[in-house]
């Protein structure tokens, strides 16, 4: 079995340089006719050029395949809707969306400026949100979509400095827990990467060690958003960790707990006596809903 994407048309955000750029390149020499997105600003945010996106579609043509370069931000309705339509006039339609577009503005909370933290939502999160929105009715209407949100393990597990960034990355995973749900009707699937790659991202923290960093190819993270992307994949709702060779599942999990008598108060001693057993988490298990959550939760006093 091989994986082709051979007359399906991709919107690839952040495509100018690093994870986005492999991702396009890649999309595009298995058949993808891609929009390659990219601001190209810096790290922080500031600042735009026309220069990655282009480099990258011409690297693209140059290996025979289709592009198109897109220069607008993924961070406002208006440009969102552009990138789309960018893909829309050149290409007739859009069958995945790679919302892989980002910016850091690192701070211990109490210092950050509440700019920052809002300039990083805007550019994660609703960045995501804009282009989504966007490129839904073109999906439900072909009754075909795939789409890979990028999320972080900052967000998922924390990290010193960055509140504004694991916020937006954390609230990628609420957009599509619930998106997927609406998305399943029309064979919409959405995954979220959580992507570990020597780009510029890593460069201010100096997170990886240089004798890791030629093990931490953006190729290698690619080979899992392909793959979430293709029609081949039947997964959504999943959280996919991949960088370094290594590849697995992030999931949102819940304790075994307990369960006091409801008929009767409970106190804040009872909680202190119970409480190795309420965050206990041998026996946990996740949840495809709420709807399974609340069975599990709730059930039992329904059932008595
Ligand atoms: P990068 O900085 O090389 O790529 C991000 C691209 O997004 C840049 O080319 C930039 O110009 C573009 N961009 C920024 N703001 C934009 C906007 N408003 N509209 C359109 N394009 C915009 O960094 P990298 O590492 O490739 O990041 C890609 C994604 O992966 C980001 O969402 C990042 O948060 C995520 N990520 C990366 C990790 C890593 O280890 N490199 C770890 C966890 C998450």
Redesign the pocket.
């Known amino acids: 079995m091989s994986i082709s994407f051979k007359d399906k048309v991709a919107v690839v955000?952040?495509?100018?340089?690093?994870?986005?750029?492999s991702h396009a390149i890649f999309l595009a020499s298995r058949g993808a006719k891609v929009v390659v997105?990219?601001?190209?600003?810096?790290?922080d945010?500031t600042g735009e050029s026309k220069s990655?996106a282009t480099q990258v579609v011409e690297e693209i043509i140059a290996k025979g395949g289709q592009a198109v370069a897109n220069f607008?931000?993924?961070?406002a309705p208006e440009?969102a809707q552009n990138i789309i339509r960018t893909a829309l006039d050149n290409f007739g339609t859009v069958d995945i969306l790679i919302?892989?577009?980002?910016?850091?503005r690192d701070k211990i909370f109490w210092k950050m400026p509440l700019d920052d933290f809002d300039l990083v939502m805007?550019?994660?999160l609703m960045?995501a949100v804009y282009t989504t929105r966007a490129v839904l009715p073109v999906m439900k209407e072909k009754k075909y979509g795939r789409i890979v949100t990028?999320?972080?393990?900052?967000g998922l597990f924390g990290n010193f400095g960055q509140t504004n960034?694991s916020a937006a990355?954390m609230g990628i995973i609420g957009f599509m827990n619930s998106l997927k749900l609406e998305g399943q009707k029309y064979n919409i699937l959405i995954n979220a990467?959580?992507?570990?790659?020597?780009?510029?991202?890593?460069e201010p923290s100096g997170?990886?060690h240089e004798e890791i960093k030629p093990f931490?190819r953006?190729e290698l993270v690619t080979a899992m958003v392909a793959y979430l992307c293709s029609a081949q994949c039947q997964i959504t709702g999943d959280i996919l960790s991949a960088?370094g060779g290594y590849f697995s599942r992030v999931q949102i999990v819940e304790g075994e707990g307990i369960r006091f008598d409801p008929k009767h108060d409970v106190t804040p001693e009872m909680i202190h006596e119970n409480l190795s057993r309420i965050i206990d988490m041998q026996n946990s298990v996740g949840f495809f809903s709420i709807t399974d959550e609340l069975n599990k939760s709730l059930g039992p006093l329904v059932r008595g």
Do not use: E, M, Q, W
Request: a positive charge; hydrophobic letters at 40%; charged letters at 10%.
């Open positions: 955000t952040g495509a100018g340089a690093g994870l986005g750029r997105n990219d601001l190209g600003g810096s790290l945010g990655p607008d931000s993924v961070a440009t919302c892989n577009a980002g910016i850091i805007k550019v994660h960045g990028t999320t972080s393990a900052a960034y990355k990467i959580a992507p570990l790659a020597a780009t510029r991202f890593g997170i990886f931490l953006p960088g």
